[in-house]
Each structure stands twice: as C-alpha cells, then as structure tokens.
C-alpha cells in the first residue's frame, strides 16, 4: 500500500496544476495518468493570457515559454453571411498540448509528485483506497482531474444525476498543412449547425476544430465531406484553401458541455472537465482548468472554501461562456451581435477583457 497527503487522478493541466502546488507545501503528493506522455488530446492549442500568472505560481513560466509556440496578434471571428469581427490582442499564443502537458508534468514531477504513468484506476472506496492494476494506494485528500467522463466523480459520489437530453455537439480536431492565407490570427469561423477553430502553430502545421451537430458529424471518415457539410459553408473558410487531408487521425470529444458536478465532499475534489466543461470557443478551458486546481489546493492548503469560490468563478466567466454559446448556433443572432460589437468599441473591450484577460 501507498500513501500519500494527496492523490490526483488525471494528469493534464487541472492534475499537475494541483499536484504542483500541494508539493511545493510539503504535501506528499501522487499523480496517476492513464496514458503516456507526450500524448495528442483534442484541444485548440492556444493558451490566453490569464494562464501566465498560474504558469509563475507553478514555476512553469520559463519552461512554457521557451516551449515552440506561435505568439498571435488577434482573434477573429465570421459568419457564414459574412459578418466579421477582429478583437486585437497581443497576448494569445498557440502552443501544442501535447508539448505544454508533458512540461506541466515534468515540473510536477521536478517537485516531488510522485507520477504513474500508464496507470488506469479500477477501484475507489471511502477512506480513501485507490487501486489500478498494479498498485494500492491509501490518501487523506482525493482529487478527480481525469475529464468529462470522470470516474472519480462517480466513485465519490459527486457526479450529478444525468437528466436524459438530446446529445448536444461533438468536437472533431487535427492539424493540417497551413495555407499561405493563414495569418497570426487566431480564428473562429461560424456555419450552420456549428463553428470551427483555426490556428497557425508553427511554420507548417495549423489546428484546426470543427464543432457541429449530429447530422454533420456523421461524415467523420470522411474528411472532405465532414469539410464539406460544416466549414466549407462558410465561405470566408473556404478562401483559406485549406487541404481536407489531416496530418494525424482526426480526434473527438463529446460532450462539449456538461451538466456540473458537485466540486467536493468528504475530503475529495473535482477539478477541471470533471468538475464542468464549457465549450472551448472562447479559449478559456486550459485557463479554467488550472483554476480550479489552484482553488482546491487553496482549499487543501489554506481552508479556502472551495465550493463557494467555485461558484463566484463560474459566475464571473461562465456567464460570458453561455452568452456566446447562446449565439453560435444562431447565424442571425451572431450577425447582429457581432455589428453591435463593431459599431460600439467599448462593449468589444469589455468582451475582449471577459473571454481574453486576466
């Protein structure tokens, strides 16, 4: 049997997040991650500011930064009736997940955290006793980090019943051959029934996601006719030229939102996807990922109440999130919204400063 002050179940940005900090307290600190890394995982690859003061506190930031990475100028965004709008800000930048997951381990682990790699969790009972294949731990505090369909909210009962609901949209991402037109803009392209993400990541290579309804995902062997019947409706994707022929297999996620969880009971947390999942379009899921770890180790650390500073977080920057969900499944809706932003350029600042600052 193993033991440890803390054990985190999910190693990606919320895991290490949490492990980090809790290690540099003292705490003995264990980490399990049922895959490998470096690992692909179905992300828009840009990181906004409100990251960077997490990366300081982790003493991740030299790291990160020297990480490969492209630094954007803006983020912009269309409709399929040719609407378009341009937030300037210097600050995004687009880095691989797969390259910033494996650095954000490689610090938990440069503190101490003790990493188990490959390790998929079989067993949780109250105390708290943990098992995979190969090892038993044993640990006072016990963090679920390990995503939208997370066991560990099940097995702590933290999981909120699941009202049965029309599934709502799948995510299908991969990176492409970028095109000469594709600029130092991070891009958000509306069509009907969903919306696409496009950005440049390095000299070669862009990410590009397509969020769409049932009917459009069901060509999801088919790249060009998943192309066709979704981001080629837009016509301002279309003059980007982008080939349909993925450099790896196309990925998915589903869902892209989720009822939230109940953020802790008796001694165990839930951060990250396996405490809620918004849609990714406004950048924030890493940002909101490693909040909420920096929060439950406040609260493992320090007393913090975890679950009232859960609901002012997602009160602040959740309401945000839902407005503009309202809009990207609404072509008309989103037209109109988009020339009130460009006419009023306060009400853009402050949309800018909801979805892209600190």
């Not at 980090?20 to 705490?27: D, P």
């Not at 937030?87 to 101490?112: C, E, F, K, Q, Y």
């Not at 095109?179 to 069509?191: C, E, I, S, T």
Request: hydrophobic share 40%; net charge positive; proline share 5%.
């Amino acid at each position: 049997m193993e033991r440890f002050d803390i054990l985190v179940v999910g190693g990606g940005p919320a895991g290490t997040t949490v492990a980090t900090l809790c290690a540099k307290r003292g705490l003995a600190v264990g980490l399990i991650e049922r895959r490998r890394f470096p690992r692909h995982k179905v992300c828009g690859d840009v990181l906004n500011p409100n990251c960077w003061p997490i990366f300081e506190r982790l003493g991740a930031a030299d790291c990160i930064n020297s990480l490969p990475q492209r630094r954007l100028t803006a983020a912009v965004f269309t409709t399929q009736g040719g609407s378009t709008l341009t937030v300037d800000h210097p600050g995004l930048r687009a880095i691989s997940r797969s390259l910033l997951d494996a650095a954000l381990l490689n610090r938990a682990r440069s503190v101490g955290v003790v990493i188990f790699e490959g390790e998929v969790v079989h067993g949780v009972t109250p105390g708290w006793r943990v098992s995979t294949a190969h090892h038993e731990f044993a640990t006072r505090y016990l963090v679920g980090a390990d995503g939208r369909h997370s066991l560990i909210a099940q097995k702590t009962g933290l999981a909120s019943p699941r009202k049965r609901r029309r599934p709502n949209s799948v995510a299908f991402q991969a990176h492409f051959a970028a095109p000469p037109a594709m600029d130092d803009r991070v891009q958000l392209h509306l069509f009907s029934g969903g919306y696409c993400g496009i950005v440049r990541i390095d000299e070669t290579r862009l990410n590009l996601c397509i969020v769409t309804d049932l009917d459009g995902a069901g060509h999801r062997g088919d790249c060009e006719r998943l192309f066709a019947d979704t981001i080629w409706r837009n016509p301002q994707v279309r003059a980007l030229d982008i080939a349909p022929v993925p450099l790896e297999p196309l990925q998915s996620a589903h869902p892209l939102r989720t009822i939230p969880n109940k953020a802790c009971g008796r001694d165990a947390y839930l951060v990250g996807d396996a405490l809620r999942t918004y849609e990714p379009f406004t950048g924030q899921g890493i940002f909101f990922a490693m909040r909420t770890a920096q929060l439950a180790a406040q609260t493992i650390c320090e007393g913090v109440d975890y679950t009232a500073a859960i609901d002012a977080l997602y009160s602040e920057r959740g309401r945000t999130n839902d407005l503009l969900h309202q809009l990207m499944y609404r072509q008309r809706a989103a037209s109109v919204f988009s020339s009130v932003l460009a006419r009023v350029p306060a009400l853009k600042r402050w949309l800018a400063g909801m979805v892209l600052s600190s």
